[in-house]
């Protein structure tokens, strides 16, 4: 059950700042800025509970109490559950997971579902306008960016990178509802401008295991062109690129950084 829970609590595509419980209602930090809200609003409570207790002893019949010092808390916890609700998942009322699920949520309707092993996003080439087009993307899905890697921020020996290249987008990602995401990146020059009418996008599988990866980089790969091999990508994730042999595009990747050892 344990790990069941911390599989739920990882499984964060959105990089929300808060899940929903899976014991009860409410949320459960899990990235560093949900922690670092929730011990805000714990240490200002306190702070606030202090100053009461000082208050009442000093003028305990004093009518003044509620307005001075609990009137301060409510807009405070209203500020947090504001927060959460902005930058977390829905809460929901549920205790424990599911029979046969590794992770338990609710649509924002409130119909039960499941977060799948697999998806799949999909992956659009630009003409150097990546980020413009996200950003249009953005103001129309809402979210924000949980990842944007330019060029120029993995240039080096290895990987030289021309100067009208040096602020293109390599990789760019908006989450949009659950576990889906847009993906996009800009085509450097010296691979030539892509139609706009075809050959733009490639089809993104995310898994959650390395082996997985490989399985299917091995299998859809097969008879067909690998342009990446597996391996660490620069934003830090298990990566790889090819056209299967029908010509379609298809990027593999998986959150653990590197392949299994041979």
């Not at 200002?44 to 019949?61: H, K, T, V």
């Not at 590794?102 to 119909?111: D, K, L, P, Q, Y």
């Not at 039960?112 to 980020?131: C, H, K, L, V």
């Amino acid at each position: 059950m344990f790990k069941k829970h911390i599989e739920y609590l990882r499984d964060n595509p959105q990089q929300r700042w808060f899940k929903r419980k899976i014991w009860g209602w409410g949320w459960v930090p899990v990235t560093w800025q949900g922690w670092l809200t929730t011990l805000a609003y714990a240490a200002l409570a306190s702070f606030l509970a202090l100053m009461r207790e000082e208050s009442i002893a000093g003028d305990p019949d004093s009518g003044s109490n509620f307005l001075v010092l609990g009137l301060p808390f409510i807009l405070l916890t209203a500020a947090f559950v504001s927060i959460a609700y902005w930058k977390g998942e829905r809460p929901a009322w549920q205790w424990g997971l599911q029979s046969g699920e590794n992770r338990a949520g609710r649509t924002e309707s409130g119909t039960r579902y499941t977060f799948p092993m697999t998806t799949i996003s999909p992956w659009i080439n630009f003409n150097g306008n990546a980020e413009e087009a996200f950003t249009f993307y953005k103001s129309v899905f809402g979210g924000e960016f949980t990842n944007m890697v330019r060029f120029k921020d993995v240039a080096g020996p290895e990987l030289p990178v021309a100067e009208d290249d040096a602020d293109k987008l390599m990789q760019i990602v908006l989450p949009i509802s659950g576990s889906n995401a847009l993906i996009g990146n800009d085509v450097p020059a010296f691979m030539g401008a892509v139609s706009e009418n075809e050959n733009r996008s490639k089809i993104r599988v995310l898994v959650e295991s390395k082996e997985e990866a490989e399985r299917i980089c091995n299998g859809l790969s097969a008879g067909g062109q690998v342009e990446v091999p597996l391996g660490e990508s620069a934003w830090g994730t298990c990566f790889s690129m090819f056209r299967d042999k029908y010509g379609i595009e298809w990027v593999v990747e998986s959150s653990a950084a590197r392949p299994a050892e041979a």
